[in-house]
């Protein structure tokens, strides 16, 4: 009895090596929270584009769901942000991000669960950050900027003057635009409590959620 247990015990562990448990496997994705917003979006809202008052409801839920979300979460987690200034206001160092471009490598993923996704992206991100950071940041360089959401400016005057600085604005708008290659994206001028940021280095992959967190959010 023994020695057949023995033998039972040895096939057991075999089998274990050879069959690894899947549950501990840990999948991935590059999809950017962003793009996964927009595109559930889409898929809600399949005739948001049909004429002018279609889109006009849509674009308002849009930005409702857009302010509602990033309370709860960074939307732009891991998208290329275009430094374009840095100022001292009162003590503060406020910089001003654009998003209206992106490096030559980098292009927004259609994930064409409805129709085409994002196109483009357009918006500004501004904040403060301590001096340690302003000694290596790079004016046009790009960056994965992490922090938390505090509000949509608004107007473009208001963060004029949180910034120190009579600068052009990329857009003050919230909502989406039907174009031929995809959906322009715009989501305002966000003032963010800066956590982090570093040079952008690419996608980056993540854990993918049993859940599906896209639909919940939104």
Request: with cysteine; hydrophobic share 35%; charged share 20%.
């Amino acid at each position: 009895m023994k020695k057949i247990g023995f033998i039972i015990l040895v096939v057991a562990l075999f089998a274990s090596c050879q069959y690894p448990n899947s549950t501990q496997q840990v999948l991935t994705d590059n999809t950017l929270r962003i793009e996964q917003f927009v595109d559930t979006f889409l898929v809600q809202h399949p005739d948001w584009n049909n004429n002018t008052v279609t889109r006009e409801k849509a674009n308002k839920e849009f930005k409702k769901l857009f302010h509602s979300t990033m309370e709860q979460e960074n939307l732009l987690a891991g998208v290329p942000m275009e430094l374009k200034s840095v100022h001292k206001v009162k003590g503060k160092n406020m910089v001003h991000f654009w998003l209206n471009s992106t490096p030559r490598d980098f292009e927004y993923k259609q994930i064409e669960k409805y129709e085409l996704g994002i196109y483009s992206l357009y918006g500004d991100v501004i904040g403060n950050v301590p001096d340690s950071i302003v000694a290596i940041l790079v004016e046009n360089n790009y960056y994965d900027v992490s922090g938390h959401y505090v509000g949509d400016i608004g107007d473009i005057t208001t963060m004029q003057f949180l910034i120190g600085s009579n600068e052009w604005a990329v857009t003050n708008k919230i909502g989406i635009e039907n174009e031929s290659l995809g959906q322009n994206v715009s989501v305002g001028i966000i003032l963010m409590d800066i956590d982090s940021l570093k040079p952008f280095s690419g996608r980056k992959s993540y854990p993918i959620q049993q859940n599906n967190t896209t639909e919940t959010n939104i």
